[in-house]
């Protein structure tokens, strides 16, 4: 049996183990066990959040359960982002939470993220410790009587964390009223997002904000941007926000139309930061994935790059060793520990408003910073992931970094979330790296799939 928790929690289809509600239920109780017995927090509430899947009922009922079994106080706060919920554990002193939610996935998959009473994702030593239990079928003690957990329903501690994001965004104090266009995705910021916006001054229209349950990221949000390009084409906006299923992402897209990924943020968030003295070791994180034009972009801004494995996780990791407050992912998983312990896809929209503000910049300004080099990536669903063991395919790898030589160049890893080779090349001359790429997929469709 392999691990059940990957780079972001334990994620897989919904109703099939390990996201059936007995393993859900399982997975909440000795989550709850291993967070009482390092961190002591007997007495404070145990959070459970989820996104818009119809799935999500089902595993909130199972998880609250688990909890509730060790004797915790369980808060169902319904449909809230996950950066939301982190926040509300940290702030108001939660004993841990799990958020339900496959963040990017179809809605037929789903997840579990366990988070800490600092409102950081569980470590790696209580993920250990949880899967141990599991796999050996470990017997739990659980408590009787008045011992036994209750559940609530709250509605209002989302509120803490909207206020917390308005004063970084500001209120829209140009004498023109901006205007603002979202998608949501369907997912878990579509109650939200819109009208946290016009409370604050700004004109905004919107798209996937009419969750059903099984439409959560479907031709919407952070990895479907063209729904947004497409709507901003038909009028004029200042600026537009895509999220996806669970709100950790944002995508931009300036007035004009042109994207804004999570590289050219990092990159203009790096710069501001640095010209108003503020920006740690002139130094940002993000991973092996970024455009070579951050690389670049940033050297020519005298800032230092850290880059770690892909995943969020270890762009937090390396942020917090080093005290670094800006890093992420060009998907747009931007965390900025001034302000929140996981990527947040709102605070990101909020801090680009307030850069646009401080400096009196548009987007397409802003972001003209940073020049993208041609990137093509493919992604190979496979039944064994383990490429490196394969000498056909690590040679082909080899010849095609060859041919770029300096020049540009490729990539190949396993995704942590979903049975997926990822094979990306990076070079000036697209229709060269986009051969290059198909390749090395054919290799590696031949002897993994």
Request: charged share 25%.
């Amino acid at each position: 049996m392999g691990r059940f928790f990957g780079t972001d929690g334990v994620r897989g289809l919904a109703n099939r183990f390990p996201l059936d509600g007995n393993t859900a239920y399982r997975i909440a109780q000795l989550a709850s066990k291993h967070l009482l017995a390092n961190h002591k927090k007997h007495g404070r509430p145990f959070f459970v959040a989820k996104d818009t899947r119809r799935s999500g009922d089902l595993l909130e009922h199972a998880v609250a359960a688990g909890a509730a079994s060790m004797g915790a106080e369980v808060r169902l706060l319904g449909v809230i982002p996950t950066p939301a919920l982190a926040f509300i554990t940290k702030e108001l002193q939660g004993m841990g939470a799990i958020m339900i939610s496959a963040s990017h996935n179809p809605f037929q998959d789903n997840g579990i993220k366990v988070f800490g009473p600092d409102g950081y994702k569980i470590s790696d030593d209580i993920e250990e410790a949880i899967e141990k239990d599991l796999i050996g079928n470990v017997r739990t003690e659980m408590p009787t009587g008045e011992g036994v957990g209750v559940i609530n329903t709250d509605t209002t501690s989302v509120k803490f964390w909207l206020n917390h994001l308005a004063k970084v965004a500001g209120e829209n104090s140009s004498q023109r009223r901006m205007k603002i266009a979202l998608d949501c995705a369907n997912g878990a910021l579509s109650n939200w997002a819109p009208k946290f916006f016009s409370e604050l001054g700004y004109s905004v229209d919107a798209i996937g904000i009419n969750p059903d349950g099984i439409n959560i990221n479907k031709g919407v949000g952070s990895t479907c941007i063209n729904s947004l390009v497409s709507m901003m084409k038909k009028e004029r906006f200042d600026i537009g926000f895509a999220f996806d299923g669970d709100a950790d992402r944002l995508i931009a897209v300036s007035s004009d139309g042109e994207v804004v990924d999570g590289d050219f943020i990092l990159a203009l968030t790096a710069k501001f930061l640095k010209d108003k003295g503020k920006l740690p070791g002139n130094t940002l994180v993000t991973t092996v994935m970024a455009n070579l034009g951050l690389d670049i972009a940033m050297r020519n801004n005298d800032i230092k790059v850290l880059k770690t494995k892909v995943g969020d996780r270890f762009v937090l990791e390396e942020m917090l060793k080093g005290g670094y407050v800006v890093g992420g992912e060009q998907s747009g998983h931007i965390i900025l520990t001034e302000f929140s312990t996981t990527g947040d896809g709102l605070l990101t929209a909020c801090n680009l408003l307030r850069i646009m503000r401080e400096t009196g910049s548009s987007l397409k300004e802003l972001s003209s910073i940073m020049y993208k080099l041609p990137q093509v990536l493919v992604n190979i669903k496979v039944k064994n992931k383990d490429y490196a063991s394969v000498p056909a395919i690590t040679d082909s790898i080899k010849e095609a970094d060859s041919v770029l030589s300096g020049r540009g160049r490729i990539l190949v890893r396993p995704s942590g979330t979903e049975n997926l080779i990822r094979v990306m090349a990076e070079g000036p001359d697209e229709a060269e790296i986009k051969k290059l790429v198909e390749g090395v997929a054919n290799v590696v469709a031949k002897h993994l799939c």
